[in-house]
């Protein structure tokens, strides 16, 4: 939801994450980017969901069709430093997946590109059934850097 802006805004300036390849450059573009994803959801060309503790955001997960290949989706998380180790990025992920297996029927794959330096997070898409594939190098860039990215895949019907 656009109110959630401040918020998400706030886990992902504040919350220290070197390998995240989006940055969120104030709350006025991460309002602009929630509008944009309600207008994916309408075009079925990504879907983000947003992850509550209650009544608190604690992160998001997403599901991203390639445009040329519909029958595979890439998933991303993140989850506020603060509750990592906890269970919600895996607990998120699972919960994607289902719903990209209930409601996207034409989703056969799903994969996930991660830093190679970024071990809470490949420990939560091993968790998750997810198997590593191979290395791209230099392929994801964050800020202004550019790492070497672990392709993680599954096969979800």
Known sequence: MIKDAEEFYKILNEGCFPYFPVNVASIAAEKRFLRRSRK???HESAFNFTVMLGSRVIGAVGIMPENSRPYNAEIGYFIDRELHGR?????????????????????KRLQALIVVDN????????????????????YLKCGENYYDAYIYGKIIR
């Open 87 to 107: 269970g919600y990025a895996l607990q998120a992920t699972i919960q994607a997946e289902q719903f990209a297996r209930v409601f996207r029927p034409e989703i």
């Open 119 to 138: 071990t809470p997070s490949i420990r939560v898409i091993e968790k998750a059934g997810y198997k590593r594939e191979g290395c791209l190098q230099s």
């Open 40 to 42: 994916e959801w309408q």
